[in-house]
């Protein structure tokens, strides 16, 4: 059975004090609520400890926004998959669109990192997902079709269990946009094809991301290949976060 996840990811924001803050008012709320959903928290690196000492792991999970491929090493700046584990986390996002355009991470260093972190017991998150002007030349499952197939190079059948794929249309990331529900299923549909075409298995978790909020988060999840969200900017604030927590499709009617 797939996993239903709702993660949030802080990008650079909040310090270490304004993390922990969040954190234990959201904990808080989240005692009231009753939801099918996974729930995870992606703090900047600087506050992942002091967050890791307030969290109740039986509410909200942890995760990364980033990591290294090396286990160690002169590599100023960087942070490797052990170091993450030791300090409580569960997942990492890997492939990031923010990474790929601002940091030039390319397709062969995002493998590196997706096959360090599941040596290392980590659960990444990998992300694809197209630009508007692949998208408007009719390239979006092209493009999405190489980033996995490169991505996921140096993973077995077995391997391909353990992730989680977050398909995030460059082109909602951030700016109000989003792909509608119908524009969504077709993507983690075919996200699911080219699952099956290259390891004979699709049956994982699958989020959506791009401008999600409480107001769409119920149609996005209501569709049968969206597994929950990954919740960029309505993540740092309480209100939206627990709010799209709530708004979640739960299954039914």
Same mark, same amino acid.
């Given at each position: 059975?797939?996993?239903?996840?709702?993660?949030?990811?802080?990008?650079?924001?909040?310090? !270490?004090?304004?993390? /922990?803050?969040?954190?234990?008012?959201?904990?808080?709320?989240?005692?009231?609520?009753? $939801?099918?959903?996974?729930?995870?928290?992606?703090?900047?690196? $600087?506050?992942?400890?002091?967050?890791?000492?307030?969290?109740?792991?039986?509410?909200?999970?942890?995760?990364?926004?980033?990591? #290294?491929?090396?286990?160690? =090493?002169?590599? $100023?700046?960087?942070?490797?998959?052990?170091?993450?584990?030791?300090?409580?986390?569960?997942?990492? @996002?890997? =492939? !990031?669109?923010?990474?790929?355009?601002? #940091?030039?991470?390319?397709?062969?260093?995002?493998?590196?990192? +997706?096959?360090?972190?599941?040596?290392?017991?980590?659960? %990444? +998150?990998?992300? /694809?997902?197209? *630009?508007?002007?692949?998208?408007?030349?009719?390239?979006?499952?092209?493009?999405?079709?190489?980033?996995?197939?490169?991505?996921?190079? &140096?993973?077995?059948?077995?391997? @391909?269990?353990? @992730? /989680?794929?977050? &398909?995030? %249309?460059?082109?909602?990331?951030?700016? =109000?946009?989003?792909?509608? %529900?119908?524009?969504?299923?077709?993507? !983690?549909? #075919?996200?699911?094809? *080219?699952?099956?075409?290259?390891?004979?298995?699709?049956? +994982?978790?699958?989020?959506?991301?791009?401008?999600?909020?409480?107001?769409?988060?119920?149609?996005?999840?209501?569709?049968?290949?969206?597994?929950?969200?990954? /919740?960029?900017?309505?993540?740092?604030?309480?209100?939206? #976060?627990?709010? @799209?927590?709530?708004?979640?499709?739960?299954?039914?009617?």
């Amino acid at each position: 059975m797939r996993e239903k996840i709702i993660a949030g990811n802080w990008k650079m924001y909040m310090n !270490h004090v304004e993390a /922990v803050k969040f954190i234990n008012d959201l904990q808080k709320e989240l005692k009231r609520v009753e $939801t099918a959903y996974e729930i995870a928290v992606f703090p900047p690196f $600087t506050s992942l400890f002091a967050v890791s000492q307030v969290l109740d792991k039986d509410l909200i999970k942890l995760g990364a926004q980033n990591t #290294f491929y090396e286990k160690e =090493g002169a590599y $100023t700046g960087e942070v490797s998959v052990s170091m993450l584990k030791a300090i409580g986390c569960d997942y990492v @996002i890997v =492939g !990031h669109s923010e990474r790929r355009k601002y #940091f030039y991470e390319d397709d062969a260093m995002i493998a590196l990192k +997706i096959k360090a972190s599941l040596e290392g017991g980590i659960t %990444p +998150i990998l992300c /694809v997902g197209e *630009t508007l002007e692949e998208r408007e030349k009719g390239k979006a499952k092209e493009v999405v079709k190489q980033q996995m197939e490169e991505d996921l190079r &140096y993973l077995s059948k077995e391997d @391909i269990r353990r @992730i /989680v794929i977050a &398909y995030e %249309p460059v082109w909602a990331i951030g700016t =109000g946009k989003n792909a509608t %529900p119908e524009e969504a299923q077709e993507m !983690h549909e #075919f996200v699911r094809e *080219t699952l099956n075409c290259q390891f004979g298995f699709s049956e +994982i978790t699958i989020l959506y991301g791009g401008s999600v909020k409480p107001e769409n988060i119920g149609e996005l999840t209501r569709m049968k290949d969206v597994d929950g969200a990954l /919740v960029g900017g309505a993540s740092i604030k309480l209100d939206s #976060f627990l709010g @799209i927590i709530k708004n979640v499709y739960q299954g039914g009617d």
